[in-house]
Structure formats: C-alpha cells, structure tokens
Nanobody
C-alpha cells in the first residue's frame, strides 16, 4: 500500500511563505522511480497542475506560469519526500494542495497518469 501524506499547509498573510512536504511510504514503493507533481484545487475551480520534479535525480522541474518565480519544488530521496517552497503568496493561491506520483514520469497535467495521490493540505492566504 502506497501512501503520500502532505503537510505544511495553513493560514498565511499575503506576501508570506509556506513549505509543503509530501512524504511517501510503502513496502514496494521505490521513491526514486517516481516523478512527483503538485496540483491544487481552489474553491469552485478545476484541479490545476502547478509543478513537477523528475524521478531519480530530479534534474528536470516544471512550473506553471501562475507560480513560476515564486514556488520551488525539490526532493530528498533519502527521506522519500518532495517539497514545495511557496514564497510571495497571494490570495489566489488559496487552495487544497495535492502531491501525486507518476512512475518514471515527466511533467504532465493529466491527472489520470499519476499512480498515487495524497489526501491534500489546505493553504489559505488572506490579504
């Protein structure tokens, strides 16, 4: 059984920062083999693909225009964890943030290509 557990969400004032974490576990889950993506879903909105880091070394990263220059994705394979550092937060960043894993995957906005999903963590940005 593979589990992805997000943490680090919360309430923050506009201009502030948060760091989300997504910890992966599972007896047969080899974290190194998985590209890791971050999605978000705001109230009344569709799920939005915002960032991705490639499997293994994480040499390739992707950012949606809406977060480029403000968010940074990284991974620590020794801890089976992917991070999303979010700076200069705006009220429009308010959403539930989900991490997802796609085996040997590249950045892909199609939710169905991801094998595993976390339960989400709420981020609320107030002005």
């Amino acid at each position: 059984q593979v589990q992805l557990v997000e943490s680090g969400g919360g309430l923050v004032q506009a201009g502030g920062s948060l760091r989300l974490s997504c910890a992966a576990s599972g007896r047969t889950f080899n974290f190194n083999d998985y590209g890791m993506g971050w999605f978000r879903q705001g109230p009344g909105k569709e799920r939005e693909f915002i960032s991705h880091i490639s499997w293994n070394s994480g040499a390739s990263t992707y950012y949606a225009d809406s977060v480029k220059g403000r968010f940074t994705i990284s991974r620590d394979n020794a801890k089976n964890t992917v991070y999303l550092q979010m700076n200069s937060l705006k009220p429009e960043d308010t959403a539930v943030y989900y991490c997802a894993a796609n085996r040997w995957g590249v950045a892909d906005p199609r939710t169905y290509v991801y094998d595993h999903w976390g339960q989400g963590t709420q981020v609320t940005v107030f002005s």
